[in-house]
T-cell receptor
Framework: DVKVTQSSRYLVKRTGEKVFLECVQD?????MFWYRQDPGLGLRLIYF???????EKGDIPEGYSVSREKKERFSLILESASTNQTSMYLC???????????FGDGTRLSIL | KQEVTQIPAALSVPEGENLVLNCSFT??????LQWFRQDPGKGLTSLLL?????REQTSGRLNASLDKSSGRSTLYIAASQPGDSATYLC????????????FGQGTTLQVKP
């Protein structure tokens, strides 16, 4: 079974802090994704990566950056956290457009 | 721009009933459609994936159909159980080959004992 592991289930940070959310997959997948999920807005794509060191912006990249130094690890970075970034963050991976996406358990991030 | 809609937003049924969840999408140029389940406070669990060339997929009590030309998919759940209570999301991969998913808002299902 595919395993996508997000480093934290719950995280509380303060405004202005630099925040790192980590995601690791164990199936050698090429593509990895970061989404955020908010009530009434559903899941929205922040960034994705289709290879090591390759990344593309999703629908809502403002205030975020990403890092993919190794194939199995995809990090989401909040450069200067703000309260409107309080959300559920979900990481996913897949081996290509025709394959299913597998999700981690999510990180519920609160910015105070 | 692709948009995915799920109706109804919420559904409550008695245990044992067969039910259908609906998903529609505006652009028929899709790679595939995937159905997920999400329990409260948890991540998404993949249920079924239907490729654009397929009409349906089955897994246990679940059957998903796809009519690409009309932009519709249904998830059929047979003999519902209280453990089926969750939010069900459908998502499509559009014409890009990156695997980017576009999600509907979900249907929250409650199965009453």
């Amino acid at each position: 079974d595919v395993k996508v592991t997000q480093s934290s289930r719950y995280l509380v940070k303060r405004t202005g802090e630099k925040v790192f959310l980590e995601c690791v997959q164990d199936m050698d997948h090429e593509n990895m994704f970061w989404y955020r999920q908010d009530p009434g807005l559903g899941l929205r794509l922040i960034y994705f990566s289709y290879d090591v060191k390759m990344k593309e912006k999703g629908d809502i990249p403002e205030g975020y950056s990403v890092s993919r130094e190794k194939k199995e690890r995809f990090s989401l970075i909040l450069e200067s956290a703000s309260t409107n970034q309080t959300s559920m963050y979900l990481c996913a991976s897949t081996d290509g457009a025709h394959q299913p996406q597998h999700f981690g358990d999510g990180t519920r991030l609160s910015i105070l | 721009k692709q948009e995915v809609t799920q109706i109804p937003a919420a559904l409550s049924v008695p245990e044992g009933e067969n039910l259908v969840l609906n998903c529609s999408f505006t652009d028929s140029a899709i790679y595939n459609l995937q159905w997920f389940r999400q329990d409260p406070g948890k991540g998404l669990t993949s249920l079924l994936l239907i490729q654009s060339s397929q009409r349906e997929q089955t897994s246990g009590r679940l059957n998903a159909s796809l009519d690409k030309s009309s932009g519709r998919s249904t998830l059929y759940i047979a003999a519902s159980q209280p453990g089926d209570s969750a939010t069900y999301l459908c998502a499509v991969v559009g014409s890009s080959n990156t695997g980017k998913l576009i999600f509907g808002q979900g249907t929250t299902l409650q199965v009453k004992p």
